[in-house]
């Protein structure tokens, strides 16, 4: 399997610290509200990427962090007028509501900032004692230029990064690119007892803690959104290297920006989506095919005619999910399953050779799909239950990798005659608009309708 580093700007093949194990560490979100459409690229990547590393067997830790104490958060609380604490407690059961309804699963750990505080400052005193972090006016800053390979994950130098940078103005610090590693306690807000007085941690301080932890001085892969390669990864590293004198991460994934109709997403645009906003005009299920039918690497363009092209692409899946279905359940035929399903391997053994250059899911996809149409051209002459089991079975287990198909029967006719009978009240109601959509809606699934004196009837295409 070979995987992009960006830390040496190629694709490397992956070879693990521990044979057959992987430890990897994906950086969460700040919880102060819900995460929007981009960084559910970022969690669902991560969460198919583990599920690959276990399909082709690997024992794999996966921790993923809640940032719990930040200046989002206490300004949030401020404005409600509750205790920061509510804040991000609120904010991470809403996460897993979204997560889960994302499909993606849970980490094996994830960890708190506010329940590591004495690993987070036992970190920066080991960074203090070794001359890389100082102390000025109850901050304490992690000095740059005391560390001799920052900018490597950026591939910027030290003077590109003071000149390119937007720095905050800080007399306290040295050098404009030192970054705090403890904040001196402000009044009401969240702070705790330490050698440099009361005071909350630095943002990017806490992966490092929760990293060696966790996972160890060294792990196998870290990641999260292009957007953290510079500051929060590149200091990540600063830290972790200079405290510990060891590689902090071996390889280092990013994925890639998430644009809404050919724009940055941004709320003064008003085109910035929540998972649950986007859950009412869309099953959450199209937005992670639509996700995988990129490359992780890739800019995606998220626009309503491409969330609908990846609809009808994830419908088909399911339609010859649920034909295979119905023809084993009423297949009597037996005996062998056809030289056909042999050929069956043909398309996992492409499936895994695509999947292992790069965590190509686009191209994973394309080969579901071929598979389909190769299984559609078969049955029809060979429909053994033995040969649609075994269709069956490989169909859902390449889908499996990327947590697809996993509803368990549409229940596509409950579905259809609760569309025609909320159809039928819209035209008593004379509401001829919402009668309307809701037949173009019944299309694009597939359905036509027909009105008759008997009532309305309806086929699937």
């Given at each position: 399997?070979?995987?992009?580093?960006?830390?040496?700007?190629?694709k490397?093949?992956?070879i693990p610290?521990?044979?057959?194990?992987?430890?990897?560490y994906?950086c969460?979100?700040?919880?102060?509200?819900?995460?929007?459409i981009?960084?559910?690229?970022?969690?669902?990547?991560f969460?198919?990427?583990?599920?690959?590393f276990q399909?082709?067997?690997?024992?794999?830790?996966?921790?993923?962090?809640?940032t719990?104490?930040d200046?989002?958060?206490?300004?949030?609380?401020?404005?409600?007028?509750?205790?920061?604490?509510e804040v991000?407690?609120?904010?991470?059961?809403?996460?897993?509501?979204?997560?889960?309804?994302?499909?993606?699963?849970?980490?094996d750990?994830?960890?708190?900032?506010?329940?590591?505080?004495?690993e987070i400052i036992?970190?920066i005193?080991?960074?203090?004692d070794k001359?890389?972090?100082?102390?000025?006016?109850?901050?304490v800053?992690f000095d740059?230029?005391?560390?001799?390979g920052?900018?490597k994950?950026?591939?910027?130098?030290?003077?590109?990064?003071?000149?390119?940078?937007?720095?905050?103005?800080?007399?306290?610090?040295?050098?404009?690119l030192?970054?705090?590693?403890?904040?001196?306690?402000?009044?009401?807000?969240?702070?705790?007892?330490?050698?440099?007085g009361?005071?909350?941690?630095?943002?990017?301080?806490?992966c490092?803690a929760?990293?060696?932890?966790?996972?160890?001085?060294?792990?196998?892969?870290?990641?999260?959104?292009?957007?953290?390669?510079?500051?929060?990864?590149?200091?990540?590293?600063?830290?972790?290297?200079?405290?510990?004198?060891k590689?902090?991460s071996?390889?280092?994934?990013?994925v890639g920006?998430?644009?809404?109709?050919?724009?940055?997403?941004?709320?003064?645009?008003n085109?910035?989506?929540?998972?649950?906003?986007?859950?009412?005009?869309?099953?959450?299920?199209?937005?992670?095919?639509?996700?995988f039918?990129?490359?992780?690497?890739?800019p995606v363009?998220?626009?309503?005619?491409?969330?609908?092209?990846?609809?009808?692409?994830?419908?088909r899946?399911?339609?010859?999910?649920?034909?295979?279905?119905?023809?084993?359940?009423?297949?009597?035929?037996?005996?062998g399953?056809?030289?056909?399903?042999?050929?069956?391997?043909?398309?996992?053994?492409?499936?895994?050779?695509?999947?292992d250059d790069?965590?190509?899911?686009?191209?994973?996809?394309?080969?579901?799909?071929?598979?389909v149409r190769?299984?559609?051209?078969?049955?029809?002459e060979?429909?053994?239950?033995e040969?649609?089991?075994?269709?069956?079975?490989?169909?859902?287990?390449l889908?499996?990798?990327?947590?697809?198909?996993?509803?368990?029967?549409?229940?596509l006719?409950?579905?259809?005659?609760?569309?025609?009978?909320?159809?039928?009240?819209?035209?008593k109601?004379?509401?001829?608009?919402r009668?309307?959509?809701?037949?173009?809606?019944?299309k694009?699934?597939?359905?036509?309708?027909?009105d008759?004196?008997?009532?309305?009837?309806?086929?699937k295409?």
């Open positions: 399997m070979k995987l992009f580093n960006t830390l040496t700007r190629k490397e093949e992956f610290i521990v044979p057959g194990e992987v430890k990897m994906a969460g979100p700040t919880v102060y509200n819900y995460f929007h981009g960084n559910a690229r970022t969690f669902m990547t969460d198919a990427l583990r599920r690959y399909y082709r067997g690997y024992k794999v830790t996966f921790v993923q962090n809640f719990d104490v200046d989002k958060i206490i300004a949030k609380a401020k404005k409600e007028g509750i205790p920061a604490s991000s407690e609120k904010y991470i059961k809403e996460y897993f509501f979204d997560a889960d309804s994302l499909g993606i699963m849970r980490a750990v994830h960890p708190k900032v506010t329940e590591n505080i004495p036992d970190f005193k080991g960074l203090v001359g890389f972090a100082y102390y000025a006016n109850g901050d800053y740059v230029e005391r560390f001799h920052y900018g994950l950026s591939k910027q130098s030290i003077e590109d990064l003071q000149s390119g940078a937007r720095i905050e103005v800080n007399e306290q610090k040295k050098n404009p030192d970054f705090v590693l403890w904040k001196s306690a402000k009044p009401q807000e969240p702070s705790w007892d330490s050698p440099w009361l005071g909350r941690p630095g943002w990017h301080i806490e490092s929760m990293v060696k932890k966790y996972l160890g001085e060294t792990i196998d892969i870290h990641g999260g959104g292009g957007d953290l390669v510079f500051p929060h990864h590149e200091n990540e590293i600063a830290q972790s290297e200079a405290a510990i004198g590689p902090f071996n390889y280092w994934l990013h920006y998430l644009n809404v109709d050919n724009k940055k997403m941004s709320k003064s645009l085109n910035f989506f929540t998972p649950r906003e986007i859950s009412q005009e869309y099953d959450l299920e199209v937005i992670r095919f639509f996700m039918s990129a490359h992780y690497r890739n363009n998220f626009s309503k005619d491409l969330v609908e092209a990846a609809q009808n692409g994830l419908d899946l399911y339609n010859a999910k649920e034909n295979l279905q119905h023809l084993m359940e009423n297949s009597a035929a037996t005996g399953s056809g030289e056909w399903v042999e050929e069956l391997e043909d398309y996992k053994k492409r499936f895994i050779e695509v999947m790069d965590f190509n899911t686009a191209d994973g996809i394309s080969v579901i799909f071929d598979m190769f299984i559609n051209t078969n049955i029809a060979s429909p053994s239950k040969a649609l089991e075994r269709a069956y079975a490989m169909l859902m287990e889908s499996g990798v990327l947590g697809l198909l996993s509803k368990e029967g549409q229940d006719e409950g579905e259809v005659e609760e569309l025609i009978e909320e159809r039928q009240r819209a035209r109601e004379k509401n001829f608009k009668a309307d959509e809701i037949r173009d809606i019944l694009d699934k597939g359905i036509v309708l027909e008759t004196p008997q009532g309305v009837k309806w086929k295409l």
